[in-house]
């Protein structure tokens, strides 16, 4: 059984930097892309940012601020978040294509992290 879960979140002022992490575990053949999504109250998701191998891509409202990056040895995913905006406040949630046992790829999620940006 595969397992996202993310840290990190948490209640900052405007202008100020958050880190999250995702770590995935459990039974890992392999993992292709990963990406942060997230998800404010009355919106729908939107991806912030994802990455595979060495390819990155950003939501607009992220591009300037937010760095993704992998660590493939644990298989895990930050986002290092700077200069935050109230706008920046949602849930955010881990994403990942794994293939458990190296037949076939499924999309994962983790069970999501609070950020806050006050004003």
């Known amino acids: 059984q595969v397992q996202l879960v993310e840290s990190g979140g948490g209640l900052v002022q405007a202008g100020g930097s958050l880190r999250l992490s995702c770590a995935a575990s459990?039974?890992?053949?392999?993992?292709?892309?990963m990406a942060w999504y997230r998800q404010a109250p009355g919106k729908p998701r939107e991806l912030v940012a994802s990455i595979s191998g060495a390819r990155t891509n950003y939501a607009d409202s992220a591009k300037g601020r937010f760095t993704i990056s992998r660590d493939y040895t644990n298989n895990m995913v930050y986002l290092q978040m700077d200069s935050l905006k109230p706008e920046d406040t949602a849930v955010y949630y881990c994403?990942?294509?794994?293939?458990?046992?190296?037949?076939?790829?499924?999309?994962?999620w983790g069970q999501g992290t609070q950020v806050t940006v006050s004003s």
């Open positions: 459990g039974s890992i053949f392999s993992i292709s892309a």
């Open positions: 994403n990942a294509d794994i293939s458990p046992t190296g037949w076939g790829i499924s999309d994962y």
